[in-house]
């Protein structure tokens, strides 16, 4: 069994009017090995519409709060290199 999993699912086909859709993710799992449980996360990454004729669109998800995570966390690690610059500078 491998410790890190990452795969694309599918999940089940929602009729919406004339047109389906089908929700696509993606899933991240860290397994230890000797350990109970592990760290599962999956993330929406996109939606294929398919409309009554068959044609397939495939409309992408913007994950905003994992932006705004990237984010403040660039803004940690800037805020914590300047005050060490400033320690360092004034010893």
């Given at each position: 069994?491998?410790?890190?999993?990452?795969?694309?699912?599918?999940?089940?086909?929602?009729?919406?009017?004339?047109?389906?859709?089908?929700?696509i993710?993606?899933?991240?799992?860290?397994?230890?090995?000797g350990?109970?449980?592990?760290?599962?996360?999956?993330?929406?990454?996109?939606?294929?519409?398919?409309?009554?004729?068959?044609?397939?669109?495939?409309?992408?998800?913007?994950?905003?709060?994992?932006?705004?995570?990237?984010?403040?966390?660039?803004?940690?690690?800037?805020?914590?290199?300047?005050?060490?610059?400033?320690?360092?500078?004034?010893?």
């Open positions: 069994m491998s410790w890190l999993t990452l795969e694309t699912r599918t999940a089940e086909p929602i009729q919406a009017g004339k047109r389906r859709l089908t929700p993710s993606s899933l991240l799992q860290v397994t230890i090995p350990w109970q449980g592990g760290l599962v996360w999956n993330r929406p990454t996109a939606v294929l519409v398919t409309e009554a004729d068959g044609k397939e669109t495939l409309l992408p998800v913007r994950d905003i709060t994992r932006l705004a995570q990237i984010l403040v966390l660039s803004a940690g690690v800037l805020g914590a290199g300047l005050i060490w610059l400033a320690y360092r500078t004034h010893k």
